[in-house]
C-alpha cells in the first residue's frame, strides 16, 4: 500500500521550459513534504520542502505548491536546465515521527 | 566540508554470506538512518539512531539484519546469511537534529548484490 505516489516514472522537458513533477500521497496525517534529487551513483540530495500549513514554497528555480485537500503536491523547476537531469523523489513525514516516506522517483530529463 | 560516506560503495556475497556496511556520518551529526532502496523503488525506511542510541528498528525486514551506531558518529548495518531478496542499494542519511528532523544529507550508497 503506496502512501506516497509519483505516477510518472519519466518526464522529458525542452531546455529552458518548465518542469512539472507530481507527487499524490494518500494519508492525511503527513504534515510536511520533501523533494530530494538524485543523480546516478549519488545519495539523494534536499531540494526543497514544505509544511502542510503552507501551499507554497519557493526556493530560486524551484516551487513547491501543496494541494491538502487533493492530497497533491508539485515540483516547478523554470527554466528547465540540463543539470537538471535527475531522478526526483517526494517524500512525507507525519508529526512527531522521524521516518520518511517515499515516492518511486520520477525520471527528468532536460532536452538540449 | 565533508559529506556522508559509505563503504563499500560495491558489494557482491553470495548466498549465506555475511556483510557488513559502514557509514560515516557528518560530524556533529545527532541522527542517522539507514534505509533499503531496492530497484526502480524509493528508499525505505530500516532503522532510526539518535547519537549512540537506537530508537527505531521497525524497518528492519528480518532478524538477519542488524545495526549499531556505539559511540554515536559511525554506524554498521549487518546482515547475516545473506538472501538474494536483500540485493538493494543500502543508503545511509544523517541530520543535525534529532527527533523533528527535516531535511537529510544522503550517502552515496552500497550496492549489494546477492548471487
Known amino acids: 500500500d503506496q502512501q506516497v505516489k509519483q505516477n510518472s516514472p519519466s518526464l522529458s522537458v525542452q531546455e529552458g521550459r518548465i518542469s512539472i513533477l507530481n507527487c499524490d500521497y494518500t494519508?492525511?496525517?503527513?504534515?510536511?513534504f520533501l523533494w530530494y534529487k538524485k543523480y546516478p551513483a549519488e545519495g539523494p540530495t534536499f531540494l526543497i520542502s514544505?509544511?502542510?500549513i503552507k501551499d507554497k514554497n519557493e526556493d530560486g528555480r524551484f516551487t513547491v505548491f501543496l494541494n491538502k485537500s487533493a492530497k497533491h503536491l508539485s515540483l516547478h523547476i523554470v527554466p528547465s536546465q540540463p543539470g537538471d537531469s535527475a531522478v526526483y523523489f517526494c517524500?512525507?513525514?507525519?508529526?512527531?515521527?522521524?521516518?520518511?516516506?517515499w515516492g518511486a522517483g520520477t525520471k527528468l530529463i532536460i532536452k538540449p | 566540508g565533508a559529506g556522508v560516506s559509505q563503504s563499500p560503495r560495491y558489494k557482491v556475497a553470495k548466498r549465506g554470506q555475511d556483510v557488513a556496511l559502514r557509514c560515516d556520518p557528518i560530524?556533529?551529526?545527532?541522527?542517522l538512518f539507514w534505509y533499503q532502496q531496492a530497484l526502480g523503488q524509493g528508499p525505505e525506511f530500516l532503522t532510526y539512531?539518535?547519537?549512540?542510541?537506537?530508537?527505531?528498528k521497525s524497518g528492519l525486514p528480518s532478524d538477519r539484519f542488524f545495526a549499531e551506531r556505539p559511540e554515536g558518529s559511525v554506524s554498521t548495518l549487518k546482515i547475516q546469511r545473506t538472501q538474494q531478496e536483500d540485493s538493494a542499494v543500502y543508503l545511509c542519511?544523517?541530520?543535525?537534529?534529532?527527533?523533528?528532523?527535516?531535511?537529510?544529507?544522503f550517502g552515496p550508497g552500497t550496492r549489494l548484490t546477492v548471487t
Open positions: 494519508n492525511s496525517m503527513f504534515d510536511y
Open positions: 542519511a544523517s541530520s543535525p537534529r534529532d527527533l523533528l528532523v527535516y531535511e537529510q544529507y
Open positions: 514544505i509544511s502542510s
Open positions: 560530524s556533529g551529526h545527532v541522527s
Open positions: 517524500a512525507a513525514r507525519m508529526n512527531s515521527n522521524y521516518q520518511l516516506i
Open positions: 539512531f539518535q547519537n549512540e542510541a537506537q530508537l527505531d
